[in-house]
């Protein structure tokens, strides 16, 4: 199995964190932006990463404050 299709499989453990699809389909995004990403540690280093342009910016930076999820849940399924 390929390290990338591993860390999917692990993605989708936290689905249920998320009340809805999209909100969790940006979490991954996101979460590879971080993973690939060579540039300092922001929004827009993310979505460069990932080949996305800055008319994603508004949108990616709404995950951040999105409802569709609780923190602390997420913490709490990933230390898990």
């Known amino acids: 199995m390929k390290l990338y299709q591993r860390i999917e499989q692990i993605l ?3 689905r ?3 009340r809805r699809e999209a ?3 940006w ?3 996101l979460f590879w932006g971080v993973v690939l990403s060579t540039q300092p ?3 827009t280093s993310y979505l460069n990463a990932l080949g996305l342009s ?3 910016y508004h949108q ?3 995950w951040f404050h999105s409802s ?4 602390d849940s997420l913490c709490q399924a990933w230390a898990e």
Do not use: K, R, S, W
Not at 68 to 71: E, M, N
């Open 12 to 14: 989708l453990q936290f």
């Open 16 to 18: 249920p964190v998320f």
């Open 23 to 25: 909100t969790f389909e």
């Open 27 to 29: 979490f991954v995004l």
């Open 41 to 43: 540690p922001a929004v």
């Open 54 to 56: 800055e008319g994603y």
């Open 60 to 62: 990616a930076l709404h």
């Open 68 to 71: 569709a999820f609780c923190i």
